[in-house]
């Protein structure tokens, strides 16, 4: 299997076998992992060692993995197969090894050919692919505003920003400014919070015509203690009752002058980004 | 629908209507939106009206949703609806609404209880959430690694990348990077490849021992040269002989060094990052 890249996740189960999950498409992979993995974490005590086979664009390479899967089953478990595979001939192809073949399109395909009462025209790639330029750009240039706009570095063009994230030093903006640039498209700056801020209890100046714009983040105060000694040991930004009196002033902040916020500490970045998104209205 | 983020997308479809898509989870929405906008995009001549609901928690958010569904559904036709919602309760109430409901995660799961033998333990937010706390902490470490090491900007650490990727200025290195930082944990870099090493044919000398891990990006030198235009209208840095020049150098150095690469002309971030993950041999 050299064309695949593998992952072992040592779930909860202690001593049982993995058993082998292959996420198969003609495209990216990036539709089978979404969902293959979310059905998987359904099953928290099994363990999985996973398979990621994209681009498969032929029948000699769909006959490939169906070898590949099939010496699997030899010595193991059945595979589990999530393909999002579009093309028939390789789809029927797939489906004929002998693991325990998951088509994650088909069924839905039917039923959603039944709701629009018109015929699929599937074709492999349009999902993750450059199929709608503008979406697309948009959100490449989203990564870039977000790399200048990173931790208060520029104030350049704040005015195109659909959302300003303000907080303390490491309660997470940076990779949520990140997640949403690149996943939604969101014109997205970031902005650290300082003790001048907190004393003040005044937006930092460039952002104040910005205000309805703003978003913020809390933490739990131990845990960013804990974040900033890893950088900084033994120093005051990351004693508790520093990290204490910012998120407290923080939180004071954000409630004067009507700023959204989220305490971020036992969030993802998907789960703060969609809490984000659906608070400040914005489309993605 | 106040507490939905929603989205027109103006796809080929000239004058029909645009059909209502909801996309419903007691999570962040990601598997509901990922899933089914690839099935949408089985459909191009069709235009969809988008609205996400994320973390419907509770029978009485749940009813204010379905009251949403009818109110749409009264004036305009049947929406679609695709859930991942996990909750049997909130399940049972949403897929009583006028709407078509389509259940991404049901029939799966019963055919995954079926493979693995045993039942599932259905509980929301564990593909998305925190649930496996070392990948995600390795995934915002590498978004870290990502933003410190992007454009060559700093040398330190380099022995920890799992990737670098090189090219000359403008083919897509952050963005890549930062999806495969973002979405699959990966320790990434990117270099610029500049007139010096192309004249040299050597590798910059921080690259050196490091070249096991390097990948680069070509691209079409009339859409560089585009591309430049726009950062720097009129500059030789942006004429069509210098991007010319600078992409045949390119792939002369990366061949010249054994080093895998790809044009990226045509290609999504997710395109890009698959192929360099499978290349690469990087498990995500």
Known sequence: MTDAHSLDTAAAGPSQPASAVFFLSDS???????LGNSLLTQFPDHRFQRHTVPFIASVEEAENVVQDINTVALTDKRPIIFSTVVNPAIRALLSRSNGHFIDLLGSHTAQLEDALQTTASPEPGRAHGLGDAIRYQSRIAAVEYAIEHDDGQSIRALDRAELILIAPSRCGKTPTMMYLALQHGVL????PLIDEDFTSQTLPEPLRPFVSKCFGLTFLPAR????????????????????????RNAQDLYAMHGIPYVNSASMSVEEISATILQRMNLSS
């Open 28 to 34: 990216t992979g990036v539709t089978a992992e979404t």
């Open 188 to 191: 997205a700056a970031n902005f």
């Open 224 to 247: 960013l203690s804990q974040i900033r000694q890893e950088r900084r040991p033994g120093s005051n930004y990351a004693s508790l009752s520093q990290c204490s009196w910012e998120l």
